[in-house]
């Protein structure tokens, strides 16, 4: 069956833009949650959604905000885009909320 | 300013040795464990969990071990491949209140090489 789906895999935006990442999860998973890579920070949490509720939060700026649709894809938008938020911008998904995630390829984003 | 990279631990071993990649982690309340490995260019890729209420757990060529009490991960590769050279995470997962507000954390990764 299909992984996770993340699109575009490459994206550059300048400084100010906004941006909005998709996710496609695996047929059937109804959680999904998004994750900022960087060489200087790791993996760090942004947020989980489960039936289109927003289950957690990690500690980002309000500038990151994601949604989820009823098919249980879902979006991640970042608006005023800052050099810093450069990074791997990773997607999983998991059938219960929990456990057993799955990850995307990524989407890589550069700002300018 | 300027973000300084991560500076990883590196594991370099022999092909056909057994490789030991370790973790601590940071929550006594964690209840559940996952080591991911991720090749350059891609996202994680899921190797092996396991729950607080065991202490070891084998996979294909992996085994986990958990010591609760130091709050320590490890992996166990078996007769380490050139095809297991990557990136290895360990993540924690933590159950926010009400036990329905997890969040995985990760841990900085230890890159681990293959020589031929």
């Known amino acids: 069956k299909a992984g996770v789906t993340q699109t575009p895999r490459y994206l550059i935006k300048t400084r100010g833009q906004q941006v909005t990442l998709s996710c496609s999860p695996i047929?059937?998973?109804?959680?999904v949650s998004w994750y900022q890579q960087t060489p200087g920070q790791g993996l760090q949490f942004l947020f989980e959604?489960?039936?289109?509720?927003?289950?957690n939060k990690g500690n980002f700026p309000g500038r990151f905000s994601g949604r989820q649709f009823s098919n249980s894809r879902s979006e991640m938008n970042v608006s005023t885009l800052e050099l810093g938020d450069s990074a791997l911008y990773l997607c999983?998904?998991?059938?219960?909320?929990?456990?057993?995630?799955?990850f995307g390829s990524g989407t890589r984003l550069t700002v300018v | 300013g300027e973000s300084v990279g991560l500076h990883l631990p590196t594991l370099s071993v022999q092909e056909g040795d057994n490789s030991i990649i370790n973790c601590a982690y940071s929550?006594?309340?964690?209840?559940?464990f996952i080591w991911y490995k991720q090749e350059s260019g891609k996202g994680p890729q899921f190797i092996i969990d396991i729950r607080s209420n065991m202490d070891k757990r084998q996979g294909q060529r992996v085994t986990v071990l958990l010591n609760k009490t130091v709050k320590h991960l490890s992996l166990q590769i078996a007769a380490t491949q050139p095809g297991d050279s990557a990136v290895y995470f360990c993540a924690e997962n933590i159950a926010g209140s009400g036990g329905s507000n997890y969040k995985l954390t990760f841990g900085k990764g230890t890159l681990l090489t293959v020589n031929p």
């Open positions: 999983a998904s998991s059938l219960v909320v929990g456990y057993g995630y799955t």
């Open positions: 929550n006594s309340a964690s209840d559940y």
């Open positions: 047929s059937g998973h109804r959680s």
């Open positions: 959604y489960f039936s289109e509720t927003q289950r």
